[in-house]
């Protein structure tokens, strides 16, 4: 049989002559290629990135920065929050947490030549055995025992650390606290530094000098506010920087050496 005599099916006999279309083979490789890529970039990326909640430039009660006040106008009368919460509840904390130190805490005190320098010698010389370096210190330590304190409702404990009148504003916000069935997650997870920012010594009308500092506290710490059914409300997992002003008094005279907390306010 010659091969007159052979007949290929017309498909067959459509492609005879042509050459393999590795040209598409190429493109479809390259496809491939780009899409196993494109999943891999995109696809990893899931979940929350670090988070920093950045407090608002607030000075005394929302009036604004008001750098140089005298510190007898700041944070009047201020009830918690604490620290630096602007919805002023807390609830169950965590204990024990004055006990753990922390290393590398910054303190920041005002140059002797400088006016808050000048009121700090007139307080050391108004208080035997203050110290700028040392009355951080102590501030330090109370600010490492309210936050616990505050956030479980320990009276007890914030009767030692707080002045009467900062002791009832405690008190009536862990009282809203209850009564509102919100509870908060306090972790301190450290604290940055401690900066003196002013003082002054006032005389009361019976005579009596007061001693007040007023002192810029940056901690680390996770805050998460609940409601009555464990909802979140406020706060992140993240652990977020916090900025207050805390005040400090001590009466001159007096045999309790402790200067107490006062007031506090985000700084």
């Known amino acids: 049989m010659s091969s007159d005599d052979i007949h290929l099916p017309a498909g067959l006999m459509a492609h005879a002559g042509h050459y393999f279309p590795w040209d598409l083979v190429v493109l479809f490789v390259i496809a491939v290629a780009l899409g196993v890529r494109l999943y891999r970039v995109l696809g990893r990326r899931v979940g929350m990135q670090g988070v920093r909640q950045e407090r608002p430039g607030v000075g005394r009660f929302g009036q604004g920065p008001q750098k140089g006040a005298a510190p007898e106008t700041a944070c009047p009368g201020a009830p ?3 620290p630096g919460q602007a919805a002023g509840k807390a609830g169950a904390g965590n204990a024990g947490f004055e006990a753990a130190a922390a290393p590398d805490v910054d303190y920041e005190i005002p140059a002797p030549a ?3 320098g000048t009121v700090l010698g007139d307080i ?3 208080f035997p055995g203050f110290s700028p370096s040392g009355f951080l210190k102590d501030a330090e330590g109370t600010f490492r025992q309210v936050v616990p304190a505050f956030a479980v409702g320990d009276r007890g404990a914030l009767e030692k650390l707080l002045t009467p009148a900062a ?5 009536a916000a862990i009282d809203a606290r209850v009564q509102a069935g919100e509870t908060q997650r306090s972790d301190l997870r ?3 530094s401690l900066s003196i920012l002013d003082a002054m010594i006032v005389s009361g009308e019976d005579g009596a000098r007061t001693g007040r500092i007023e002192v810029k506290i940056v901690s680390r710490q996770v805050n998460i506010l609940t409601d009555r059914q464990g ?3 406020v706060g992140t997992e993240a652990v977020t920087e916090f900025h ?4 400090f008094e001590r009466v001159a005279g007096q045999s309790d050496a402790r200067w107490r907390l006062s007031a506090s306010c985000p700084a």
């Not at 002791?167 to 008190?171: I, K, W, Y």
């Not at 207050?244 to 005040?247: A, F, G, L, T, Y």
């Open 231 to 233: 909802e979140p409300m």
């Open 244 to 247: 207050d002003m805390w005040m």
């Open 80 to 82: 918690p929050p604490l």
């Open 167 to 171: 002791l009832e504003a405690f008190s």
């Open 190 to 192: 450290g604290i940055e």
């Open 114 to 116: 400088t006016r808050v």
């Open 124 to 126: 050391a010389a108004a």
